[in-house]
C-alpha cells in the first residue's frame, strides 16, 4: 500500500499539495471558473485533489482512489472541471511511474474510464435529449477523444518514466552481477594459485624428508641439507600464501606473480628433492611473452612437476618447451610437455583437482592441455597461443 520514501520527500509532496490547495481554492471562488462559488464544494474538491497529490509517490494506488472520491464529490456538487482536476494528471502519473503492477493498470483503465465519464458528465442532457442530432454526437466525440488524450497522455508519461527507471534498475543489477562475478573468478584464481603453491612446496618438502629419513643411516651429512631444503621452500610457500591472501583480501591491488625467470628456482626445488630433471628450450621465445601466457606456463610446469614428484618412481623427469614463431596456425604458441615414469598402481588422473585447475589454465589463455599416460610414462601436454590469430 505505501512505498518507503525518504522523509524529504513526503515533506516535498506535502509543502506542493499545500501550495496547490492555498492557490487553487481561492482561485476558483473568486473567478468561477468551476461554474459555480459554493464555498462548501470549492473546498471540499480542492482539499480531496490535494490531499490526493499529497500522498500520490507515498501511495499511489489510495491516491487514485481519492482522486476518484474527489470526482464524485465534484459531480455531486455540479461543479464543472476547474483546476483543482490538475491533480488528477499527476495522480495518474503517479500510478503509471510507481504503482505496483495491478495499481499500473488500474491507473491505465481509470484514464479511459474517467474520459467516459466526463463526457457523459458534460454532455448527458444534450445527448440523451429529445431530438439531439449529429451536432450532440460530434460534441460528445470530441469531449471524449480530448479527455482521453490528455489522461492516456499523462498515464503514458509515467510508464515511459517506469520503463526508464526499471531500464536503469537493470543495468545497475547488471554491473552489479558482473562485478559478483568478477570477483568470484578472482577468488577462484587465488584458491587455484593457492592449490598450486602448497601442493608442489609440501610434494618437495615430502620427497626431501623421505631422502633424509633414508639417508640418514649411511650419510648423516644428507640430513641438514635435506633440512635447508626443506626450510627454503616451507619459507617460499608460506610467502607465497600470505601473497595470495592479501590478494584475495584487497583484490583491486595485484601482487607480484611468477614469471618465466621464476622457472629456474622452480627447477632448484625438483633438483633438491632428489629427481632428476632435464630440460628443453628449443627454440627459445624471440620476445617476452604476455605475463598471462608466463603465468599460466609457470602454474602448469608447477602442478605437473609436483604431479612427478607425488605419482613418479623417482626417475627422471623431462621437460620439453618450444615458443615457435609460427605453429602453422598463423600465430606464435608455446609448447610443453612433461615426461615422467609413474608409479605402479598410481595414477595422477584419479587423485586431486591439480590436473583440472591445468587444464583451466590452459582454456583461460585459449590453449589446450591433455594429460595421460603414454607407454608406462604419463605425459603431460600443452599448447597456449601467445598472441590472437595473424
Do not use: C
Not at 501511495?59 to 456538487?77: E, N, Y
Not at 440523451?128 to 508519461?157: C, E
Not at 632435464?278 to 621465445?285: G, S, W
Not at 607425488?310 to 621437460?319: E, K, M
Amino acid at each position: 500500500m505505501f512505498r518507503p520514501l525518504k522523509p524529504y520527500q513526503i515533506i516535498v509532496d506535502v509543502v506542493i499539495a499545500g501550495v496547490f490547495a492555498v492557490i487553487v481554492g481561492p482561485v476558483e471562488l473568486r473567478f468561477g471558473w468551476a461554474g459555480d462559488a459554493n464555498t462548501l464544494g470549492t473546498a471540499l474538491v480542492t482539499v480531496i485533489f490535494a490531499g490526493a497529490l499529497a500522498i500520490r509517490r507515498l501511495s499511489p494506488g489510495l491516491s487514485l482512489g481519492v482522486a476518484w472520491l474527489g470526482a464524485i464529490v465534484q459531480m455531486s456538487f455540479g461543479r464543472n472541471p476547474g483546476l483543482a482536476d490538475l491533480a488528477i494528471f499527476a495522480v495518474l502519473y503517479a500510478t503509471a511511474a510507481y504503482g505496483s503492477r495491478l495499481v499500473f493498470w488500474l491507473g491505465f483503465s481509470s484514464a479511459v474510464v474517467g474520459a467516459g465519464v466526463i463526457t457523459l458528465y458534460l454532455l448527458s442532457s444534450a445527448i440523451f435529449a429529445p431530438g439531439s442530432g449529429w451536432q450532440a454526437l460530434t460534441s460528445a466525440v470530441a469531449v471524449l477523444i480530448a479527455a482521453l488524450f490528455a489522461l492516456v497522455l499523462s498515464w503514458t508519461v509515467g510508464a515511459l518514466v517506469r520503463t526508464a527507471v526499471r531500464a536503469r534498475e537493470n543495468r545497475a543489477a547488471q554491473r552489479r552481477a558482473e562485478d559478483e562475478t568478477v570477483a568470484e573468478q578472482e577468488r577462484v584464481r587465488v584458491a587455484r594459485d593457492v592449490h598450486d603453491v602448497v601442493a608442489h612446496s609440501l610434494a618437495v618438502v615430502i620427497a626431501q624428508a623421505d631422502g633424509a629419513r633414508y639417508a640418514a643411516a649411511s650419510d648423516p651429512s644428507a640430513a641438514p641439507a635435506a633440512l635447508e631444503t626443506i626450510s627454503t621452500t616451507a619459507r617460499s610457500a608460506l610467502a607465497d600464501v600470505r601473497l595470495l591472501l592479501t590478494q584475495l583480501r584487497h583484490s583491486q591491488t595485484d601482487g607480484p606473480q611468477p614469471t618465466l625467470a621464476d622457472l629456474e628456482e622452480l627447477y632448484a626445488q625438483v633438483r633438491a628433492a632428489g629427481v632428476p630433471l632435464t630440460i628443453d628450450v628449443d627454440p627459445a621465445p624471440l620476445a617476452e611473452p604476455p605475463a598471462v601466457v608466463q603465468l599460466a606456463v609457470y602454474r602448469i610446469l608447477q602442478e605437473a612437476l609436483t604431479n612427478a614428484l607425488r605419482h613418479g618412481d623417482g626417475g627422471a623427469v623431462s621437460v620439453r618447451i618450444a615458443w615457435p614463431a609460427d605453429a602453422g596456425r598463423g600465430r606464435p604458441e608455446v609448447q610443453l610437455e612433461v615426461r615422467n615414469r609413474m608409479r605402479p598402481g598410481d595414477d595422477p588422473r584419479h587423485s586431486g583437482h591439480g590436473l583440472i585447475g591445468m587444464g583451466e589454465r590452459a582454456s583461460l589463455v585459449g590453449g589446450w592441455l591433455n594429460a595421460a599416460p603414454m607407454d608406462g610414462e604419463f605425459v603431460v601436454t600443452a599448447q597456449l597461443p601467445i598472441g590472437a590469430p595473424a
